[in-house]
Nanobody
């Protein structure tokens, strides 16, 4: 079975940085896109950043210029988070979309890693 294992969350002061990593296991090909979402009790799960197999990236307006998503090898996607703000506090989930063309075969989620930003 496919697993997505997240790491890198923690507690930081506003203005600090964290790097989240998500490593896959099992067969996940073909990959359509990978990304990071976040969620806290006060909001729905929302897209933070995504990257397609072709390398196209997409960022939420609230994190643009502060966060960078990238692939690190065939099995890892990372999210570098700089200039963190208290409103970035959330559980961050790694997302993997498995598919080809317009067809989505599966959408997989990591267990989530907590990011807390204090003022």
């Amino acid at each position: 079975q496919v697993q997505l294992v997240e790491s890198g969350g923690g507690l930081v002061q506003a203005g600090g940085s964290l790097k989240l990593s998500c490593t896959t296991s099992g067969s996940i090909f073909p990959i359509k896109a990978m990304g990071w979402y976040r969620q806290n009790p006060g909001m729905q799960r929302e897209l933070v950043a995504s990257i397609t197999t072709g390398g196209s990236t997409n960022y939420a307006d609230s994190v643009k210029g502060r966060f960078t998503i990238s692939r690190d090898g065939a099995k890892t996607v990372s999210l570098q988070m700089n200039s963190l703000k208290p409103e970035d506090t959330a559980v961050y989930y790694c997302n993997l979309v498995q598919g080809s063309g317009s067809t989505i075969y599966a959408t997989l989620w990591g267990q989530g890693t907590q990011v807390t930003v204090s003022s």
